[in-house]
């Protein structure tokens, strides 16, 4: 198997390179410089909020993610016209705009509520969204294993261990093949959001959104279940908080025939995007090597932090 090319090189993904790439943009389009600029989140992409002007700016890690950046978009603008509770791209705004090698996206600033999304209504919205038809613009079958494997040949010269980046590849040379039957051939294929966590959700007034269309592909709907049956064991979830959300969606993946499998490739995916910062982080570094020791053992109850 041929390994991928990892994408050009335009230096590590921090938060300065990041901002220069943001600030690089709104010169191309001669808009304004926020002056009240925080950042949000660093991981696959950066975010970065201004209150002021109602903006969050997203910053891919390479302006060769075309493809990726406008499915999002095209995604955001059919949920909205649907009247699904997404969030909408600022679109009064050129997007995307390549940048300091990077892809630079708008979308509207959600201030902070006071409650926090609770997960019934991470399932409630996943019901609503499996209900949907199956979009008109083009979205791919789901298959997370290009994009670990990008991240893996990244790494590759890092300070991240030679021995772990083999032992990930490895694993994912042994999952691959039982995914792929898996997707094709479970009844229950359509869209899913791909990254479905209490994370992808915000307060709106009354309404819960769910954000970031990133991940979203054609795929078993018991992928977008995963993140919360696997926070059971990884991340301390009360069991009674995973009974309501199963009672709400209408479904326990635990008891999906493929859930192993499923689960083994959403670890896979949830630790090589750990790894990306680990160059950076003495935090990352830490986690990924709690997560490393698991998988290799395969102590599916070890407990992981979230960063």
Not at 236 to 263: I, K
């Amino acid at each position: 198997m041929s390994r991928p090319q990892p994408p050009p090189d335009h230096g590590p993904f921090t938060e300065a390179a990041a901002a220069h790439a943001l600030r690089t943009a709104l010169d191309t389009i001669n808009a304004p410089h926020p002056g009240d600029l925080e950042l949000l989140r660093l991981g696959e992409n950066a975010l970065f909020a201004s209150p002021a002007h109602g903006v969050v700016y997203r910053v891919a890690r390479s302006d060769a993610l075309t493809a990726k950046v406008e499915k999002e978009l095209a995604t955001a603008r059919w949920l909205v016209s649907y009247g699904f509770p997404a969030l909408p791209p600022r679109d009064e705004l050129p997007q995307p705009v390549s940048a300091a090698g990077r892809l630079v996206t708008f979308w509207e600033y959600v201030a902070p509520a006071p409650r926090t999304p609770e997960l019934v209504d991470l399932a409630a919205l996943l019901r609503e969204l499996h209900a949907l038809p199956d979009p008109a613009f083009p979205v791919p079958v789901l298959n997370p294993f290009p994009l670990m494997r990008e991240r893996l040949e990244t790494a590759r010269g890092t300070q991240v261990a030679a021995e772990d980046v083999a032992f990930l590849g490895a694993a994912c040379d042994e999952t691959e093949s039982a995914f792929r039957d898996l997707v094709a051939e479970d009844p229950a294929v359509g869209l899913v959001h791909g990254d479905a966590h209490r994370g992808n959700l915000l307060h709106r007034g009354d309404r819960v959104l769910l954000i970031d269309y990133e991940a979203v592909a054609l795929g078993p709907r018991a992928w977008d279940l995963l993140p919360t049956a696997t926070a059971v064991d990884r991340f301390g979830l009360p069991s009674a908080e995973y009974a309501a959300f199963c009672a709400a969606y209408g479904a326990d993946v635990t008891v999906h025939s493929g859930y192993r499998t499923l689960r083994a490739v959403r670890e896979l995916g949830m630790t090589t995007w750990l790894m990306q910062n680990v160059p950076h982080s003495p935090a990352a570094a830490h986690e990924f090597a709690v997560r490393m020791e698991s998988l290799r053992k395969g102590d599916h109850a070890a407990r992981w932090h979230a960063l």
